[in-house]
């Protein structure tokens, strides 16, 4: 049984999740290059939506698809993101966006249960996958921009006829 407030890091050993966020931080996130794709149902963690401006100011290309019902809940950083230029989409249904991956540089995704909030560093049972088996990134990376295209603001207001 996994005690509380732990999870296992892409090893296998148990490790709190505040720790695995910070080496996931260092050890992926600060060594993008050129892109990333972050697609999250949830951002309300400043500490890691900090590090997502740092690179756009980098002039690493950053594009988020979330949740509609989420962008104006209390303390997402969505809007931190749009004054900052990065490109934001998000679904206009009732139905939930409820994806929790990103790609970095089309190389390595990060996927799992793990919303971006303060709550799944510090307290909850979490889990996450990171891996660079280019099959597992280009079927993240076709799913990104399945999305990216149909929650496009140009195509969502146009309503078809039934």
Same mark, same amino acid.
């Given at each position: 049984?996994? *005690? ?12 709190? *999740? ?21 697609? /999250? ?24 698809? %979330? ?20 490109? /934001? ?21 990060? %996927?799992?249960?793990?919303?971006? %909030? ?18 597992? /990134? ?14 496009? *603001? ?6 078809? *006829?039934?």
């Amino acid at each position: 049984m996994i *005690p509380s407030r732990h999870t296992l890091n892409f090893l296998g050993e148990l490790v709190n *999740p505040f720790i695995l966020a910070i080496h996931i931080n260092n050890r992926f996130f600060k060594h993008a290059q050129r892109c990333i794709d972050l697609c /999250v149902y949830m951002i309300t963690c400043t500490d890691l939506a900090d590090v997502v401006l740092e690179l756009q100011s980098k002039g690493i290309i950053v594009r988020i698809v %979330t949740d509609s019902k989420e962008i104006d809940a209390s303390g997402s950083q969505i809007g931190r993101f749009r004054e900052s230029r990065i490109q /934001v989409r998000h679904n206009a249904s009732s139905y939930l966006m409820h994806h929790k991956f990103i790609v970095i540089d089309r190389n390595f995704v990060i %996927t799992g249960s793990f919303n971006w %909030t303060r709550q799944a560093i510090t307290g909850n049972c979490e889990n996450l996958i990171i891996t660079n088996q280019q099959f597992l /990134v280009d079927n993240f990376l076709l799913e990104f921009e399945k999305l990216w295209q149909l929650f496009d *603001p140009q195509l969502q207001s146009k309503v078809v *006829p039934s």
